[in-house]
């Protein structure tokens, strides 16, 4: 059996966070488990509010989890506070996780902040040096990067900067990018792009699903580059059946 847990925020609507992440571990086959790190107001119109756990409790919940479930892989989201990431950071580091993938969620589609402005150095300096793979998008990675990415070079260059940050991979998303969807990984022996079709329409979801698709394919023992391979694959053929289920226009996965 292969275990993957998600430490996130959760979604009410459930096209993001944990929610999200437990549907991916069971379509992909694999014993999911979650443990919620922030709370959050939310529908398929935007994000209202937020709240985190309280760090003594995420702690608490951890600790139990771990000493007697051990994952296999481990898939970050948002943990919006300081001490909430270092928490993550110090039970990472005591259960002597290897197979951590960083989704280092800074804001909400519609703009809402998802990561305080005091936990950013923390999650670049505690949390980056122990992950196996850090899955930015590309505004994510400029603010980590501290650069405005406007070509390929650019790309490059904060790519370069996040991994001096300690992680051993580092996958910049291109959704934000004008033509196909190409996401490009950073720190094997060649960078590797991967692309597919750009689906037409609004998505909730897809960086959330995405990570959790790549810890689970991690957790079964696939190289990280193949990894990244079939979940975007993975991620492109849940799009083809995406569809609204809210009263606004944003398409959920259809697990």
Same mark, same amino acid.
């Given at each position: 059996?292969?275990?993957?847990?998600?430490?996130?925020?959760?979604? &009410?609507? +459930?096209?993001?966070?944990?929610?999200?992440?437990?549907k991916?571990?069971?379509?992909?086959?694999v014993?999911?488990?979650?443990?919620?790190?922030?709370?959050?107001t939310?529908?398929s119109?935007?994000?209202?509010?937020?709240?985190?756990?309280?760090?003594?409790?995420?702690?608490?919940?951890?600790?139990?989890?771990?000493?007697?479930?051990? &994952?296999?892989?481990?898939?970050?989201?948002?943990?919006?506070?300081?001490?909430?990431?270092?928490?993550?950071?110090?039970?990472?580091?005591?259960?002597?996780?290897?197979?951590?993938?960083?989704d280092?969620?800074?804001?909400?589609?519609?703009?809402?902040?998802?990561?305080?402005?005091?936990?950013?150095?923390?999650?670049?300096?505690?949390? @980056?040096?122990?992950?196996?793979i850090?899955?930015?998008?590309?505004?994510?990675?400029?603010?980590?990067?501290?650069? +405005?990415?406007? +070509?390929?070079?650019?790309?490059?260059?904060?790519?370069?900067?996040?991994?001096?940050?300690?992680?051993?991979?580092?996958?910049i998303?291109?959704?934000?990018?004008?033509?196909?969807?190409?996401?490009?990984?950073?720190?094997?022996?060649?960078?590797?792009?991967? +692309?597919?079709?750009?689906?037409?329409?609004?998505?909730?979801?897809?960086?959330?699903?995405?990570?959790s698709?790549?810890?689970?394919?991690?957790?079964?023992?696939?190289?990280?580059?193949?990894?990244?391979?079939?979940?975007?694959? @993975?991620?492109d053929?849940?799009?083809?059946?995406?569809?609204?289920?809210?009263?606004?226009?944003?398409?959920?996965?259809? @697990?």
């Amino acid at each position: 059996m292969r275990k993957v847990l998600s430490i996130a925020g959760s979604d &009410p609507s +459930s096209g993001a966070g944990i929610q999200a992440d437990l549907k991916t571990f069971q379509a992909l086959g694999v014993f999911g488990m979650a443990l919620p790190a922030a709370l959050t107001t939310q529908n398929s119109r935007g994000v209202f509010g937020v709240k985190g756990i309280t760090p003594g409790m995420l702690s608490k919940q951890l600790d139990a989890l771990l000493s007697d479930i051990l &994952p296999d892989a481990v898939k970050t989201g948002m943990l919006l506070t300081k001490r909430n990431v270092e928490t993550v950071a110090t039970t990472i580091n005591k259960y002597s996780i290897k197979s951590l993938v960083v989704d280092p969620v800074l804001k909400s589609s519609s703009g809402r902040p998802l990561l305080q402005p005091g936990a950013l150095k923390s999650l670049a300096g505690k949390l @980056f040096p122990l992950a196996m793979i850090v899955t930015p998008n590309i505004p994510e990675a400029e603010v980590l990067a501290g650069i +405005s990415i406007t +070509s390929e070079g650019d790309m490059d260059h904060a790519a370069g900067k996040i991994m001096d940050l300690g992680p051993k991979y580092v996958l910049i998303k291109g959704g934000h990018r004008i033509g196909p969807a190409a996401d490009t990984l950073y720190g094997g022996r060649s960078v590797l792009s991967f +692309s597919t079709p750009r689906r037409r329409g609004q998505f909730h979801g897809t960086g959330c699903v995405l990570s959790s698709a790549i810890a689970v394919f991690i957790a079964k023992g696939l190289p990280v580059e193949k990894a990244v391979e079939k979940s975007k694959q @993975f991620v492109d053929k849940m799009l083809t059946t995406a569809e609204p289920p809210g009263k606004s226009n944003i398409k959920y996965f259809q @697990f």
